[in-house]
């Protein structure tokens, strides 16, 4: 674990194919809305708007960022599939962090969400290929290909570092 509070598992680190990560991340993407939910248990309101960390989001703006990310990951990921190389849809996620949805709604909106998205998604990716890994998507803001091993990881890892910046402000505050 790292001790920068930015960071609580780490950055992400790009691993080669293997069976084993395979599952896991699978596992991770399977299990995620659980994580997020015990995340979350029984914070009261007060809670749910402190910021995760110095000059970061609210728990309740984090929950809603992971609803809109893991949802613009589910439609790369099925782009990828069907399409040959497609370029990915960059969106500006500060900004998405701030609209009337997130203000205005409880975060058991996204939860909700969450549960059916890595129901669908989970699904869509146990049936991958090993070659299917190989497809790639264009990021244009990163100008490059990017393959579906590579966003698994990423969304794997994703998932695991927002749960923690909430488990890890929850042991900060006692709570």
Known sequence: MSTDPRYPVGKYEPKPYSDELKEQWLSDIRFFPDAIENAILNLDEQQLQTPYREGGWTVHQLVHHIADSHMNAYIRFKLGYTENNPTI???EEKLWATTADVKNLPVNISTTLLFALHKRWYEFLKSFTREDWDKTVYHPEHKKEITLWLLLGMYA????????????????MGW
């Open 89 to 91: 849809r960059p969106y």
């Open 157 to 172: 890892w994703h998932g695991r570092h927002h749960a923690a910046h909430i488990t890890s402000l929850r042991e900060r």
